[in-house]
Structures are given as structure tokens and as C-alpha cells.
């Protein structure tokens, strides 16, 4: 056996050798793809210790080749609009995916993997779609398959759950996921912003696309929820398990009575293991929706576009994690640590821990997830309305811990805030007050949950 070919210690997935350059593909050529090539060529030299050969970017595929000629970064790159063709070279180790969307990047990181080559991703709906698929192909083929870009760019939550809690038991994980929803809901707060104001607000900063939804109604955060709950619990959740609200109907009149009890009002995404009276493990849940969290609670007092990661393992108590979650370069960064990563394993051989949803808990109906709730209404003022109402809440089951009423005319509002109640249960409460002769509007029903 050659010095330029080494294997690990039980003879399998053999290395190439210390010396030995790693050849990368990198597909996509956006803010982020510009921001890798950037640090690949500052960093160099000491990337090159770190993995103990060199980083030879090989290719870049692009869309549009004539639009990134003479770019800079590119000098000596081969630039490419077939990335087919460039990923089954037999000179590129590692692919790094940083085009987005699903079903072509699906197609050709699993093309990748086929082919034996290690993947990095930063692409969250890709891998909550299709993390099952994804696997067992790098499992297949004994390559490896990162994607710590994909939950909240720079903070190292996947490495952490992945690795540094290999050894726990997780139980609860939740987080500002979402930059631009936590700006939008930072400046209602402390600005006194409408919604719309607010967007365009994050709009004008580069903060929100031009079209906002994924971020807006939640969906963004639901992708990085269903990763997040895969890995603390062992159990594969996909996009399509996740319950999303986003906070498109949250008002002025949220903000301010949120405020006022003591709260702010987050955009979480929750993933919880579910257990029973014994403390056997039932089920897992992930749901992504606005939330009142108290001004005491860490999350809390994440502004702007930041993002914080809150998770509670048995042994290792409560942990968080907080950074930008967005951006060029700080998505980069973790890119190019999977990269490093990657590039170790093909120089030293072995391989990374790869998924493993052993566990294979059932993803548990949102109906049945149980949580307290704050319900705000418009009612007529009449002596006796609070009673009637609330004993629509008895009658249920669910009782009430707060009750806050302002006179306003004919009219009143009434804050309600209740004790524990499943989801199945406060839908059917809040049908019922829809369709109570005194109540002239449900405004809003706010989840407290953190």
C-alpha cells in the first residue's frame, strides 16, 4: 500500500493519503457560493493543515456561464452550466450544493452520492424533504453528507446535536429560526410598526425577499424544525409533519397586549418529545407559530434578525446557542467547516456520524400537543358576559388562569389566558366563542409555550 493511499484502522472507507489534494465541486455561484470561493482562497494555507492536504476547487457550476465569466475567485476554475457532467469527474471528492429549491438539486446531490462523492448543503428544504433518501444513499455508498448551512447558517447547532449530545437524552428543542420574522416582530415591538410597515421595513434592509412568504408564513422555519427534531430525536420528521402558522395576522394590538403581560411575541419553532405519566417516551412533535414568550426567558431578548437555538437535554440541562442565522458569509462559514470535515475523512479516511433514526418515534398530531393559550376577543359589554363565556371553557375542560377586561363603549375586549389545554380542545373552544351571541370577534389566539 502506497503512502498516498491509507486506510483506517478496520480497513474500510480508505483515505487518500496526507498530501493529497481534495477536488471540490461547488454548484452555485449566489451570495453564499461567492462567499465559499472567498474564503476557500484567504484561508488556504491553513484549511490545507486542518485537513492535511489542499482544497482544489475543480469546477463551479452556474446557470449562466456569459453572467460569472471573469469573476473574481474564478481564476484557474473551470466554469460550468453542465453540472451533471462536472460532479461525475473522477478528480472532484466532494460536491458543495448551493443552488436551493428541491427536485434538481434532489437530483444531482443524489447523482453525487451515487457516484461516490461526499456532499455539503446548505439547502434546508432539500434535506427536510428528503433526508430519508438522502442518507441512505450517502449510507449506500460510504460518503458523507453535511448540511450544518441548512438549520442556522454559523450557529453549530447540528454538529451540537450530532455530536456533542451524541451521548444524551434531548427533550426539548426551540428557537428564532428566522431572521426576517424576528426583525418584523423586533420592530412591531419596539416601535410601535404595523406588520405591513414593519415588512417593508425589512424589505428596504435587505432583510425579506422580494416575495416573503416562505419566511413570513413560517415555512422556512418549518424546514429547519423538521431537521432539528430529526436529529434530537432520532426519529425522522419531514417538512410535511411539521404544524406551520406564521405571523402574517399578528396586530399592533398582539404586540401591545403581549407587552403588557409581560411577554414578547417570537416566531418558535418547537420540537418537544412527548412522554407519559411514567416518563416513557410517547411520540415527538414539531410546529412552528407565534409565540408569547415571558420577558424573563432568554429568547426573549433575541432582536433583530439574529436567531438563538434554546435546547434542554437531561444531563446537560439547558443550552443555548445565538449569531446570525443568515448571510453570506456567515453561511459560508458553515459550509466550509462541512467542508473541512468532509475533506479530512477523504484525506485521513473514515467517515462522519451519519444520521440514524433509530428511535422511530411517531410524530404526534398537533390536535394532541397541549400548551397554555392567550385568546383575545371583541365581546358585547353586558353584566354576566364573562361568566357565560367562561363557562364555555369549563364545559371543555379547560380552565382559566387570567382574565383582563377593557371597556370600550358598547363593546369589550377580553383577554383570556388559559392553563394547559390540547390544541383539539381549544379548537373547539374557540368554534364555539365564534358562534357565542356575545362575542362579536376572535382576534387572535397566541400559543405561550416557551
Do not use: W
Not at 453564499?32 to 475543480?58: A, Q
Not at 424544525?225 to 420528521?237: C, D, E, K, P, Q
Amino acid at each position: 500500500m502506497t503512502a498516498a493511499h491509507v486506510e483506517n484502522r478496520n480497513g474500510n472507507f480508505p483515505g487518500k493519503g496526507i498530501g493529497e489534494a481534495v477536488g471540490v465541486a461547488i454548484l452555485g455561484k449566489g451570495t453564499v457560493g461567492s462567499e465559499v470561493l472567498r474564503l476557500i482562497g484567504e484561508f488556504s494555507d491553513n484549511l490545507e493543515h486542518r485537513i492535511g492536504g489542499r482544497i482544489e476547487v475543480r469546477g463551479v457550476a452556474v446557470s449562466d456561464v456569459t453572467k460569472h465569466a471573469g469573476a473574481p475567485g474564478l481564476e484557474g476554475i473551470e466554469l460550468t452550466d453542465d453540472a451533471r457532467s462536472l460532479i461525475s469527474r473522477d478528480d472532484i471528492d466532494i460536491v458543495v450544493e448551493l443552488i436551493g429549491g428541491i427536485d434538481y438539486p434532489r437530483e444531482l446531490v443524489l447523482q453525487a452520492l451515487k457516484n461516490g462523492k461526499s456532499v455539503v448543503t446548505a439547502n434546508k428544504a432539500l434535506v427536510a424533504a428528503h433526508a430519508d433518501e438522502l442518507s441512505t444513499a450517502a449510507n449506500e455508498a460510504g460518503v458523507d453528507l453535511y448540511y450544518e448551512a441548512a438549520v442556522a447558517a454559523a450557529i453549530p447547532v447540528v454538529g451540537m446535536l450530532r455530536r456533542s449530545l451524541a451521548g444524551d437524552q434531548v427533550q426539548r428543542i426551540s428557537g428564532i429560526v428566522n431572521g426576517t420574522t424576528n426583525f418584523i416582530l423586533d420592530a412591531m415591538t419596539t416601535t410601535g410598526m404595523g406588520y405591513d410597515e414593519a415588512l417593508a421595513e425589512a424589505t428596504r434592509l435587505g432583510y425579506a425577499e422580494a416575495d416573503p412568504t416562505a419566511d413570513v408564513e413560517g415555512h422556512d422555519a418549518a424546514s429547519k424544525a423538521a431537521i432539528l427534531a430529526s436529529m434530537g430525536f432520532h426519529t425522522r420528521v419531514n417538512f410535511a409533519d411539521v404544524y406551520c402558522e406564521g405571523i402574517t395576522k399578528i396586530t399592533a394590538d398582539d404586540i401591545n397586549a403581549a407587552t403588557e403581560s409581560g411577554h414578547t411575541i417570537k416566531l418558535l419553532a418547537i420540537c418537544e418529545r412527548l412522554v407519559d405519566a411514567a416518563g416513557n417516551t410517547t411520540g415527538v412533535n414539531a410546529r412552528v407559530h407565534p409565540t408569547l414568550v415571558p420577558n424573563e426567558h432568554p429568547l426573549a431578548s433575541v432582536d433583530k434578525s439574529y436567531n438563538a437555538i434554546f435546547v434542554e437535554a437531561e444531563a446537560a440541562g439547558r443550552l443555548m446557542f445565538y449569531g446570525n442565522g443568515a448571510g453570506g458569509a456567515p453561511t459560508a462559514s458553515a459550509v466550509l467547516g462541512d467542508l473541512v470535515g468532509a475533506a479530512r475523512n477523504k484525506v485521513h479516511g473514515g467517515r462522519a456520524p451519519a444520521d440514524n433514526p433509530y428511535a422511530d418515534y411517531p410524530v404526534v398530531d398537533f390536535g394532541e400537543v397541549t400548551s397554555r393559550y392567550h385568546i383575545n376577543m371583541t365581546v358585547n359589554d353586558r353584566v354576566g358576559v364573562l361568566s357565560d363565556l367562561a363557562r364555555t371553557f369549563a364545559e371543555a375542560g379547560v380552565s382559566l388562569s387570567a382574565v383582563r377586561q377593557e371597556e370600550s363603549g358598547k363593546e369589550a375586549h377580553l383577554i383570556v389566558v388559559t392553563h394547559s389545554a390540547s390544541e383539539k380542545n381549544l379548537r373547539g373552544i374557540v368554534d364555539k366563542l365564534s358562534e357565542h351571541e356575545d362575542v362579536r370577534a376572535v382576534n387572535s389566539v397566541i400559543r405561550l409555550d416557551a
